[in-house]
C-alpha cells in the first residue's frame, strides 16, 4: 500500500536557524496537505498542494511539491518558539484516503 | 464557528473492557473520520463517512471496532474487547468537501485511550 516517508524524525534547532523537512511517497501523489501538530493538541491544516513542481509561501513557511509528485518539503526560516510542534504530511494517491507521515517533531531552544 | 467537539477527552480502561467514543463534527460537513494516532506517529485512518454511509473502512480492525453514523451528523466509534495496543489518541475529523475530493480535514481535540 501507499506509504509516506518523512525525515528527520527531530530536529532541534536554535531559535533564529532555518528548519526543513522532507516528505517521500512511494507512489505518485495527487495531492499532498501539510499539517502542524502543537504537544497535547490535534493536528491543524496548513496547505494543500496540487500541481507538480508547485510552490506556496506563507509568512516564514516555504512548501514545494516535487517535479515528479512524489516528494515535498517544508522549510521554516528564522525559526520562532512558536514553530515548535510536530510537522506532518499527508498525501492522496488515485482514490486512497489521506495517508500521514510519521512527522518530523521541531524543538526550538530560545 | 465552533470546531470538531469529542468525548470523553481520556479514559482508561484495562483490557477486554469495552469504550465509546463520542464525535460531533463541524455544523454542515457532510464527511468525518476517524483516526488512530498512536504516540511518535501519523494519524492512521480507521473510517471515513459521507453522511450516514461508509466510504472506507478497510483499515478497521471490524473484530474489535466498530462505527456509526446513524442520522449523518454525530458519529460514535467503539472498541470491544479493547487490547493493550489499542492504547491511543481517537481522533474524529471533519470536511465540507465530499468524499473523494481532498482538502482540508479539521480534527477535533481527539480521545486518549489508556488500556491496562
Known amino acids: 500500500g501507499q506509504q509516506v516517508m518523512q525525515i528527520p524524525q527531530y530536529q532541534h534547532v536554535q531559535e533564529g536557524e532555518d528548519f526543513t523537512t522532507y516528505c517521500n511517497s512511494s507512489?505518485?501523489?495527487?495531492?499532498i496537505q501539510w499539517y502542524k501538530q502543537r504537544p497535547g493538541g490535534h493536528p491543524v491544516f496548513l496547505i494543500q498542494l496540487v500541481k507538480s513542481g508547485e510552490v506556496k509561501k506563507q509568512k516564514r513557511l516555504t512548501f514545494q511539491f516535487g517535479e515528479a509528485k512524489k516528494n515535498s518539503s517544508l522549510h521554516i526560516t528564522a525559526t520562532q518558539t512558536t514553530d515548535v510542534g510536530t510537522y506532518f504530511c499527508a498525501g492522496v494517491s488515485g482514490n486512497t484516503p489521506l495517508v500521514f507521515g510519521k512527522g518530523t517533531r521541531l524543538s526550538v531552544i530560545a | 464557528e465552533a470546531g470538531v467537539a469529542q468525548s470523553p477527552r481520556y479514559k482508561i480502561i484495562e483490557k477486554r473492557q469495552s469504550v465509546a467514543f463520542w464525535c460531533n463534527p463541524i455544523s454542515g460537513h457532510a464527511t468525518l473520520y476517524w483516526y488512530q494516532q498512536i504516540l511518535g506517529q501519523g494519524p492512521k485512518l480507521l473510517i471515513q463517512?459521507?453522511?450516514?454511509?461508509?466510504?472506507?473502512d478497510s483499515q478497521l480492525p471490524k473484530d474489535r471496532f466498530s462505527a456509526e453514523r446513524l442520522k449523518g451528523v454525530d458519529s460514535t466509534l467503539k472498541i470491544q474487547p479493547a487490547k493493550l495496543e489499542d492504547s491511543a489518541v481517537y481522533l474524529c475529523?471533519?470536511?465540507?468537501?465530499?468524499?473523494?475530493?481532498?482538502?482540508?480535514?479539521?480534527f477535533g481535540p481527539g480521545t486518549r485511550l489508556t488500556v491496562l
Open positions: 463517512f459521507q453522511n450516514n454511509g461508509v466510504v472506507d
Open positions: 475529523a471533519s470536511s465540507s468537501l465530499p468524499s473523494g475530493i481532498a482538502g482540508e480535514q479539521f
Open positions: 507512489t505518485t501523489l495527487s495531492n
